[in-house]
DNA sequence: ATACATACATACTAGTCGGTATGTATCACC
DNA sequence: GGTGATACATACCGACTAGTATGTATGTAT
């Protein structure tokens, strides 16, 4: 029997696995072997394309990770809706999409920073690069707005964009904790509140 | 040689080394080897008092964890200063005290909810206790604030109290990331600037 | 003093995991 | 159509870990 080789196509099913399992798992607890198992690829072969259990992980971040984080927040380059009601509308998606299982899992940067970034110097360099290209994106949408006087002028628009991350993230993780959505969708709330907040005075009560 | 047994002192030896452990390593990575190395405890005086890894895991949150943020919260409790002017402080001695090892290893209810919400249902619903009463205490503190005219009277406080413990265990996620502090400290100011967005409209210029 | 329970100690089991050594099939190219 | 490099496959190794089995020392009640 010919088996064609097609060794784009196995590391691409590689790293799609690993991102899944290391989702799930952590990536200290993501077995090599559960990753080969749901590939078929065996170990020879994942040990061919990477040298270590580290370097798939890294790989997982610096491609499926950032590649999937990046289209999320590429909507915030909409130059015809100001940023606070970009955002708002984000967090509106993620209430209503909200179900136990992916509330359950958390955000995959998020849980690969709070495991690996301790640990690890390279992991830690890598997730801080997606992790800095979300706050330049979040920040150059509002310094956008700010120039448009959709944000309020004194707002210190890094600092707000650091804060957002975090916030954003601190909910996904809070919510880990809760039986239902019901954490976690109060506190989006609580997160929506503060998104007005930004927004200049005189548009605070006009919008929603 | 005689060697006197004090249980309750091995007990909270262990308790005590365990929570340092699981602190710097995480639940599943840390080793029963290793704090029984820390404390001078055999393995049969641990599984003496504990009958499995997870009962050690959750005695550690119920009794060490729990008691110990529950001692950071109670400062909320102090009637003679208003809530917010309470948490901008707290947020200061954070800022002020904030050094790169304690950002590394983060906050250690964040990091078990964060690991282990998702895996054990026990581990989960004690880990949950905490967080409500995090939450609750603030919800309090802001509840008698807004009854004082220190805070908006349309805020829901359930609500920000829920984003607050969101938000602040946020910063400190994101901030294990950074190289530093930096990251840590610019998230934090940012939330200050929340906090003060807490306070009734014609407070907001009068107080920093 | 006897009988029993609690509190520990030590050696070991059984299993898991990341990683490697070695062999084989396929491809690119001269 | 050889030939060397690439892409896999399989069997195995060594390290490590949670947990157990079994024995012993200490405290306590009668």
């Given at each position: 029997?010919?088996?064609?080789?097609?060794?784009?196509?196995?590391?691409?099913?590689?790293?799609?696995?690993?991102?899944?399992?290391?989702?799930?798992?952590?990536?200290r607890a993501a077995s090599i072997d559960n990753i080969l198992a749901r590939t078929g690829v065996t170990k020879g072969a994942l040990y061919h394309h990477f040298p270590?259990?580290?370097?798939?992980?890294?790989?997982?971040?610096?491609?499926?990770?950032?590649?999937?984080?990046?289209?999320?927040?590429?909507q915030l380059n909409d130059p015809d809706t100001d940023p606070v009601t970009l955002l708002l509308g984000m967090?509106?998606?993620?209430?209503?999409h909200a179900d136990r299982d992916t509330v359950a899992l958390g955000c995959p940067l998020n849980n690969l920073v709070q495991e690996m970034?301790?640990?690890?110097?390279?992991?830690?360099?890598?997730?801080?690069?997606?992790?800095?290209?979300?706050?330049?994106?979040l920040e150059s949408a509002l310094q956008r707005g700010q120039s448009r006087g959709q944000v309020r002028a004194n707002l210190d628009c890094e600092q707000a964009a650091a804060f957002l991350v975090a916030a954003y993230e601190g909910c996904v993780g809070v919510g880990k904790c809760g039986a239902g959505t019901e954490v976690f969708t109060i506190c989006l709330q609580g997160m929506a509140d503060y998104l007005r907040s930004l927004r200049p005075a005189?548009?605070?009560?006009?919008l929603g």
């Open positions: 029997m010919k088996v064609k080789r097609k060794p784009d196509e196995t590391r691409g099913a590689l790293l799609a696995a690993a991102f899944e399992e290391i989702h799930a798992q952590g990536f270590n259990k580290a370097a798939l992980g890294q790989a997982v971040v610096n491609e499926v990770l950032f590649t999937r984080m990046q289209a999320n927040w590429q967090i509106d998606d993620a209430i209503a970034a301790g640990l690890d110097e390279d992991f830690r360099q890598s997730l801080s690069k997606v992790q800095s290209a979300w706050r330049a994106a005189s548009q605070v009560a006009r």
